[in-house]
């Protein structure tokens, strides 16, 4: 046995199996007696979320599932936006694409980072993506990134501009990882996202877009269409 092999020996030996499992339940009954009581309602979990973001220094606006492709296009076009990533296979995406004008180029992100990276970092403006959910407590969206929409598109464009749906925030957390079952299987990337990157110096000099987007937009879709 090699020296690894010898300390978990030990460890597992000075607690068993058994012993962990009842630390651990016992452990989750306190945790959920912590945050246990009344949750916010739909339209509080709403006014945290944007009250939490915008002390972040994010720029957060609602809108109807109708509404939010045209003002984004908009909003886009102002702030000087010429190339835009965004999975266009993707219902949002595509809506938002079909609303861009005809000045703006949409990217999907095809290929892999290693074949366009030095373009990506020189001529992309901005990211969109569709948040998998939010927290409304802290103000934080939590990003599932996939083949199509990779951690990348949030974190490397100087703008962020992240899509939510209201109808998926939740009040904690503990809510959140309790709701989507994350004890069942825990997707292997979660990107949490509480407002534009942000750093200080010894001087406690605030600057933003060090290591993230210097912008991030959030649109709270309130009402999605109806199928």
Do not use: C
Not at 131 to 150: E, F, H, N
Not at 152 to 174: C, F, G, M, R
Not at 198 to 225: C, E, Y
């Amino acid at each position: 046995m090699n020296a690894r092999e010898r300390m978990l020996g030990r460890l597992r030996a000075a607690a068993p199996v058994a012993d962990a499992h009842h630390a651990l339940d016992a452990l989750d009954a306190r945790i959920a007696a912590h945050y246990a009581g009344p949750r916010p309602d739909a339209a509080a979990r709403i006014d945290a979320l944007e009250s939490a973001l915008r002390a972040s220094r994010a720029e957060v606006w609602r809108a109807t599932a109708d509404e939010w492709p045209a003002q984004l296009a908009e909003k886009l076009a102002q702030h000087g936006v010429k190339r835009l990533l965004l999975d266009t296979a993707g219902e949002e995406g595509a809506a938002l694409a079909g609303a861009l004008p005809a000045t703006m180029e949409s990217l999907p992100f095809a290929g892999p980072l290693e074949a366009w990276k030095g373009e990506l970092f020189r001529t992309v403006d901005a990211g969109f993506t569709v948040v998998r959910s939010g927290i409304a407590a802290t103000g934080t969206l939590i990003l599932a990134p996939d083949a199509r929409t990779p951690r990348t598109v949030s974190l490397v464009p100087p703008l962020h501009i992240a899509l939510v749906y209201a109808d998926t925030l939740h009040a904690t957390l503990h809510d959140a990882a309790r709701a989507e079952r994350w004890s069942d299987g825990m997707p292997s990337n979660l990107v949490l996202a509480s407002g534009p990157s942000k750093t200080s110096d010894i001087q406690q000099t605030l600057a933003f877009g060090a290591h993230g987007p210097r912008w991030m937009w959030v649109v709270i879709v309130t009402a999605r269409n109806k199928p």
